[in-house]
Every structure is written in C-alpha cells, then in structure tokens.
C-alpha cells in the first residue's frame, strides 16, 4: 500500500475547529479516491462515499431541498446500514463534476458545520456543467499530484528517518555519502522511467516488470485522451488533444523546448490554440513554464506573452508517448544527444510541479543566455540550472553575478552537493524535491 503525503495533511484538516468542507483536486488516477477513503476507514466510525460516475441515481439525493437534514434523512433511506452521526461519519462525494447539484449543497454543509465532508473530482478546474452557485468562500481545498520521489523511496521500502536525513545533507550543504549518493541516483532513474502515478508504481512493485509498468502507463494515456474527449468543448477536443499529444516532441530532440504551434499544424497562429493550452493547464493534464525577461520579483510581471514551455504534470504521461526502450537508457544512465537534455530538463519540472512551484525560464533570444527554470518563494527568486550531466553553469553565474539580491541559486546536475565560489550550490538531481 503506498504512502502519501496528503494524509497528513488530512489529519490536519480533521481536527480544525472550524472546518470547511474539503475538496481534494487533481487529475484522474493519482489517487485521490484511495487517499480519501484510507482517511475515512482509519479516522471514522462510518465512512459513506457516493460516486457520481458510478451511482448517477444518487443525484436524486440532491435535486430537491438542500436543506441539510433533509439530505441526511435521505442518504439514510438509501444506506440504511449506515446510521451516519455528526463527527463519527465521514462523507465523500467523489466524481462530484457529475453532479452539479451536490457542488452547490457543500454550501450548505459548511454552514450547518455538524457534518465531516469531503468532495473530489478529476475535472473540478474548468466550467464543465459549474453550478450558477457555486460555493465560493465556503470550502477548503487540497491538491494531490502523482507521487514525488520521496514517497517513492517509501514505496521501495526505505524508511522516512532515511529519507528525512537526505534533506538534512540538502539543508546543511554537505555531500551524501557516495555509497548513498549511488543507492539514490539509481532508485531516482527508475522514479523518473515509472513516474509517480499510482497505479504504475504500484505495479512495478508488485512485479518488477517494467513491460508491465509500461502498459499501465499507456493506458493511463489513453484514459487522459479520454477525459479531454469526455469533458472538452466540441470546438476544444481536437486541439486540446493534438496540444497534450505535442508535449514529447516539443521537449525532446530540440534544444529550445519553447511551445511550438507549427509543430501541431502548419502555418497556424496562436490564437487558435491558446484556449487549448489553457484548458489543459485547468484540468490538471499539463502544466506550463513562461519565459521571463528578467530574474526579478515578481516574475509575473516579466512574463513574455505566448512563450512557454508545456510539461505533463506526471512523468508516466511523458514516457508513454515515446517508445519503451528509453525506459531502459533512463534506469541504466545511457541516454544521450538532445533526448537527454530535454527529459531530465522534465525530471526537474516534475519535482518542482510537485512542491508547489509556479515554473517559469530565462531565455535571452539575443545573447542565448538561459536558465532552465526560475521558481519564487516569499519575494525570493531562485534560478535553476539543469544538466544531465555536470557541465558547467555558465548562465546561472552571469544570472546570479547580475542580479545580487539573489541569495540561492541552483545547479541541478549528476553530481553531489558542493557550493562554487560564486556561490551557486550543486545538488543531485534526486534533491530538486527540496528546492
């Protein structure tokens, strides 16, 4: 069974005295559903969960009053093995997009505050079938991505008083041990051929076939190629599918990764597909990385308009557009040419996606100059370099030497942690996590 973090997190929702209801986000198969229901079966006497996409007929239960004992009186009637009491019951409306009605009750259940509520959906960031109420300024909200690579390394079985102390060494910028250096770097190459959805870690741990690893991923893909079919406008469909299918080839086997509309039809302007692009950053699918014009707080307000690069939000989706064998060049560390470049430039996205970050990249057309990715925390901007392997980091010195209200910068590369005497600190790339 794998850990997640978001438990936690959930613990700590429970126990605040004044609790909204709660809706976990995400895109689908990252495990929304299993974290939730492990939350209720360990921390209530009675979990009740209704999904929308399973059990349509359950929407009855919400299309007349809202009134909140009126719903519980008819859960009842339909669960009767249920007796459902305020702080012992945990309800969890799951696929709630199906059902825009229930959307519109977690008003009301936020306001009666007797009841434990949980709401969870794959498509929750764009306006498919969104109530006319929809409850604004009455919920809480959780976002659950695919796993990191620490809850990786839990499900390979490493303790987290060993994982915790890897971020110890990344704190106090000390080397790691070159025996656990060589242990990391090897369960991070095979994170990065798994990615962290659910399902294909799941399975590779159940049978150490990465072929079987491989079809859980693929299908995956397919499921995601559905959903942009399923809830997709009739004029976003194709293009939104076309954009996402893209995302391999506009990052692989190039230098400049910068999104390139040609590449989806020849010819073709922007506008056409901006809207597509969005969508798809909305429902969780891809996420996107804008180029700046300058290393400087806030880096929104350097943005350069329709330059960015687009990422899939987990690494299973990434490897499942390209064939099986650079599954095995990633575990073995034989990739090479401009593949390389461009997926670990991924591997570092998704660490970053993961903790939180909003991406963005330093790419000066004139002099070439560019850094991989620049990430900002409390007014702080950080630039990150990438390489796969350990290069020097010229753009991150001119970067860091230009800019001296910056106070971190980072190499991340097939090395260990040292410090440069411009002060730009080297970490391996399993510690991007800790960025």
């Known amino acids: 069974m794998l850990e997640r973090k978001i438990q936690a997190q959930l613990v700590g929702w429970k126990a605040a005295p004044k609790k909204k209801c709660l809706v976990v986000q995400g895109a689908r198969q990252v495990g929304k559903t299993f974290a939730v229901e492990q939350f209720g079966k360990e921390h209530y006497l009675e979990l009740l969960t209704i999904n929308f996409k399973e059990t349509p007929n359950e929407a009855a239960v919400f299309q007349g009053s809202l009134s909140v ?40 259940w936020t306001n009666d505050g007797r009841y434990d509520v949980i709401a969870s959906g794959s498509m929750l960031g764009i306006d498919y079938q969104r109530p006319s109420s929809y409850p604004v300024g009455y919920l809480d909200y959780l976002t659950l991505k695919g796993l990191d690579f620490e809850e ?57 076939d990465m072929r079987a690893a491989d079809a859980i991923q693929r299908a995956l893909l397919q499921g995601y190629l559905y959903d942009i079919a399923h809830y997709a406008t009739a004029q976003e469909k194709i293009k939104a599918e076309r ?8 990052l692989l086997g190039k ?119 620049l990430v900002q925390r409390e007014g702080r901007i950080i ?14 010195s001119r970067i860091v030497s230009n800019n001296p209200e910056i106070d971190a910068a980072y190499k991340i590369a097939n090395a260990n942690v040292g410090i440069s005497e411009d002060g730009v600190v080297t970490i391996p790339h399993y510690m991007a996590m800790y960025v």
Not at 391 to 396: E, F, R, V
């Open 69 to 108: 004992d009126t719903m519980v009186t008819s859960l009842r009637f339909r669960h009767p093995e249920l007796v459902i009491t305020p702080g012992r019951t945990l309800l969890f409306f799951d696929e709630i997009q199906e059902c825009p009605e229930a959307i519109t009750s977690l008003k009301f």
């Open 243 to 250: 954009c996402f299918l893209s995302i391999a080839g506009q």
């Open 152 to 208: 990786f390394l839990w499900a390979q079985g490493l303790s987290k008083d060993l994982t915790a102390s890897i971020e110890l060494y990344f704190r106090n910028r000390e080397p790691v041990p070159s025996a656990v250096h060589d242990q990391l770097a090897m369960h991070y190459r095979l994170f990065c051929a798994l990615g962290g959805m659910p399902e294909v870690v799941q399975t590779y741990e159940d049978t150490k």
């Open 255 to 373: 230098e400049n990764h910068k999104f390139q509309y040609k590449l989806l039809e020849k010819g073709c302007k922007a506008a056409k597909y901006y809207s597509s692009i969005d969508w798809l950053t909305r429902a969780d699918i891809a996420t996107a990385s804008t180029n700046v014009t300058a290393a400087a707080f806030d880096l929104v307000d350097y943005e350069v308009e329709g330059n960015f690069r687009l990422y899939c939000t987990d690494l299973s989706l990434l490897l499942a557009m390209r064939d099986f064998g650079i599954k095995q060049a990633i575990v073995e560390g034989t990739l090479s040419g401009n593949t390389k470049g461009g997926l670990y430039e991924s591997f570092i996205a998704d660490a970053l996606h993961k903790s939180g970050h909003v991406l963005h990249f330093y790419r000066n057309e004139s002099t070439k100059r560019e850094v991989d990715f």
């Open 383 to 396: 630039p990150i370099e990438v390489k796969a392997g350990r290069a020097a980091a010229n753009s991150l």
